[in-house]
């Protein structure tokens, strides 16, 4: 169904003219002065620290309701491509509002005041923080059909009641999420690229497969390649999931039994159950293959690449990375011995969360954990997070944020029990125990601490020194 009342003026720079004012002509050059200042203010703006080159306006939507009246009223949807040196163009999804005069409460979300194109003479804000036009964004879920380049879905069965009040999440993020009336939450990828995102993929498959583990998608939105429908995969541009009011992230829950060197063992150990449940139900429903010898070899030139480009990049992880090597080898060794000496039984890939740490488990009221955010490591590639990789990738990231728990707050002993907690946990799901694959376990968790030392660096310097302590330790175990 298509409900072109929804779009007053849909528009992509490629497309020919539809019907209306058309947004682009002007609209690039008043916003790019405005995008200079705000965009690398934004924790989501992946390209901080470096200069920026030339915008490009990939599309420009403009949502309003039905029998909405002509007018700064409307929700205003970009894809902006964004030019930085040194790293290949970015594309960040933006949602404004303008307006005449800012309310009070709308003033810390302003980019400014737009000067020529369409929106001259009124100032442009972050639409998020605009409860209005937060619930037009909920009220267009409601409906299936396009607007535009963006195409708008709902799972059949879902029903999801109107006039649930937003408001941004305060959680620290790399996107931007939106919580409606305690019941949904509608998380807005920000850097977006061609493909469908895994985190819709993942927590829909799960959903569909009828795990509990996870917040299922209620509804999502989807932007046509810029170039044309045909020419490219769907951009995955947001994703509408049943909220859990009420629970506790993993994160919250562990600093606080490290600080009172608690026993957090019995939660571990569930939360262990928990990811071996979500892997055998991603396993059951999408393919599961045998790795090769010489794919394991290639896994391992991969890991030895990114700890050399973060040596290059971080001076503090140089000391490490000759020792840390070994890990690498050793895995590369098991490749070209056919995967023998990776660990018992043929090392298997599937689709996996990606990048599990605390901060991604929910215990709800009732005690169980859900999972959530499958979208992969931020930092790489959207065709490489949704490649089949093992298991045991989730069981090292999430080992590593025991550890993180632990040094955060100055208590390693901690760390040790509540690693060998999650352990048991998953293996008595599993029915194989992650500590019985050394090999690959170390390998995974050292190539986890790596991107770690790099994530802290370009993000939380102050951090850093958590990572660090993980590759000393990592490099002087034989
Ligand atoms: N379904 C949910 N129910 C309750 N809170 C949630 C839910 N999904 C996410 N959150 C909260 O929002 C935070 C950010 O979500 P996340 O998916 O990790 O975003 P991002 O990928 O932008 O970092 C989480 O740490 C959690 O506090
Ligand atoms: O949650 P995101 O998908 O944005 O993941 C990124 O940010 C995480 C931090 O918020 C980062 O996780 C690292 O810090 C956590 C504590 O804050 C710790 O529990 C994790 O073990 C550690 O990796 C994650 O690596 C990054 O991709």
Redesign the pocket.
Known sequence: MSDSSWTRVPSTPSAPPAPGRDLVPGLLRSLDPLLRGWLPRQRWFAGKGLPIGRFGLAAATELVPPGGRLGPLGLLHLLVDVEQPGRAPDCYQLLLGAHPLLPPALVRAALGPAVGGPYDGLTLYDAPHDPRLAALLLERLRLPGRSGPLRFTAEPHAEFPPGLAPRV?T?E???T?LVYGDAY?L?LFRRVSPGTNPDLELSLALARAGSTRV?EPVAWFEADDPRGPDAGEPFTLGVL????PG?Q?GWALALASVEEDGDFRAEAAGLGRATAEVHASLAAALPVRPLGGPALERIAAGMARRLDETAAEVPAVRPYAGALRAAFDDLAKAGAGGAAGAGPGQVLVQRIHGDLHL??A?RGPDGAWVL??F?GEPARPLAERRRPAPPVQDVAGMLRSFDYAAHHSGNGPWAARHRDAFCSGYAEVAGLDPRDQPVLIRAFETDKAVYEARYEARHRPAWLPIPLSALARLASTP
Do not use: V
């Open positions: 999440s959680a993020q790399s996107n999420s939450i998380k917040a999931q049943r909220y859990l629970s992230d901060g991604q929910l959530i955010d979208e």
